[in-house]
C-alpha cells in the first residue's frame, strides 16, 4: 500500500514564506504618550513655527520687528526644550517617542528657523544671493547632524546630560537669535554700542560658518543648567545668580547676547588649552584607545 501524501511545504529558506512571515509582525505601536512633557516639546515646535513665520512677513514686509520677533521666539523656544527632557526624566516617563519628536521640534526650530534667519537678513547684503544660501543650508544640516547623532549617542538618565560633545544647537540658535535682538536697539543711547552690535549682525552668515562647525565637532561643552543649578550650592551662589538674572532683565538687548558667545567660546577656548597646554609627562605618554560609544578628543 502506498502511503498518503504529504502536502506540499515550502523550505525554511523559501523567499515566499519570508516575505508572508515579514507582514505577520506588524511595527509596535505607540498607544500612551506623556502629556506634559509632550505638550512643552510642542511648545518648542510652535514657536519653531511661528518665527519661520515671523521671518516671512519681515522679508515681504521690510519691516525689522519682525525679525526681532522671531528671535524672541527661538529664545522662548529654548526655555520648553529646556523644559520637555527635564519633567521627563523626573517623572520618569522618558521615552524613545519623545527623544524623537524632540529632535524633529529642535530640527525646526533651532536649524531651519535659524538658518532660514541668517538667510533673510543678508541674501541683499554685501555677500552674493548664492553664497548666503549656501552658508544657511550648511548651518540648517550641520544642526540636523548634530540632533540626529544627540539623539544616538544619548541615553535618557540623568547622569548623560552633564556636558554636550559638540556645539548644543539650542545655543547655536541663541547666538543668532539674541544677535538679531540686539540690532539697532542703542540706536539713540549709545551709538558705539550699537554700530558694533550691527556689525556683529552684520556678519551673520560667517558666525552660522562657525557655529555649524562647532555643532558637528567633538568639543566638550557643559550643562549650564544642570552643572549650575543641580544639588546644593553656596549662599553667595544664589545672590551672584539673582545679580546676573537683574542685569539680563535690565540690559536684555546686549547681554543674552554675550552670554551665549561667551558659552559658545568656552569650548574652543578649553579645547586649545587642553592641547597647548601639556604636563611633559603626559605629552610623552601613549593616548590610552577609546572606549565604545566614546571619542579620542579629536575636533570631529
Not at 184 to 193: A, K, S
Amino acid at each position: 500500500m502506498t502511503p498518503p501524501e504529504q502536502p506540499h511545504r515550502p523550505p525554511a529558506h523559501d523567499p515566499g514564506r519570508r516575505r508572508f512571515r515579514f507582514w505577520r509582525f506588524r511595527p509596535r505601536r505607540v498607544r500612551t504618550v506623556a502629556v506634559l512633557p509632550t505638550l512643552l516639546t510642542l511648545g518648542n515646535g510652535i514657536c519653531g513655527f511661528i518665527a519661520i513665520v515671523q521671518i516671512g512677513k519681515g522679508m515681504s514686509s521690510g519691516q525689522w520687528h519682525h525679525f526681532h520677533w522671531a528671535g524672541f521666539l527661538i529664545l522662548l523656544a529654548m526655555v520648553f526644550d529646556a523644559l520637555d527632557g527635564k519633567v521627563a526624566r523626573m517623572t520618569r516617563t522618558a521615552s524613545k517617542f519623545g527623544a524623537q519628536m524632540d529632535s524633529l521640534c529642535d530640527l525646526v526650530t533651532f536649524g531651519i528657523a535659524p538658518g532660514f534667519l541668517v538667510y533673510a537678513l543678508n541674501h541683499k547684503g554685501p555677500l552674493t544671493d548664492r553664497v548666503v544660501l549656501v552658508v544657511s543650508v550648511f548651518y540648517a544640516m550641520c544642526a540636523l547632524l548634530r540632533l540626529a547623532r544627540f539623539t544616538v549617542e544619548t541615553s535618557p538618565d540623568e547622569s548623560s546630560h552633564q556636558e554636550f560633545s559638540g556645539l548644543p544647537s539650542p545655543a547655536a540658535a541663541g547666538t543668532i537669535a539674541s544677535a538679531v535682538i540686539s540690532y539697532n536697539v542703542f540706536q539713540d543711547e549709545w551709538p558705539l554700542v550699537n554700530a558694533v552690535l550691527n556689525s556683529v549682525s552684520a556678519a551673520l552668515p560667517f558666525i552660522a560658518f562657525a557655529l555649524g562647525v562647532l555643532m558637528v565637532s567633538r568639543i566638550r561643552y557643559a550643562h549650564v543648567v544642570n552643572q549650575l543649578f543641580r544639588g546644593f550650592r553656596p549662599f553667595v551662589r544664589l545672590v551672584e545668580f539673582a545679580v546676573v538674572a537683574i542685569l539680563i532683565v535690565i540690559f536684555h538687548e546686549v547681554a543674552i547676547f554675550l552670554a551665549f558667545a561667551g558659552y559658545v567660546l568656552t569650548g574652543p577656548v578649553l579645547w586649545a588649552r587642553a592641547r597647548l597646554v601639556r604636563k611633559p609627562a603626559e605629552a610623552g605618554a601613549a593616548p590610552a584607545p577609546p572606549a565604545d560609544g566614546e571619542h579620542d578628543g579629536s575636533f570631529f
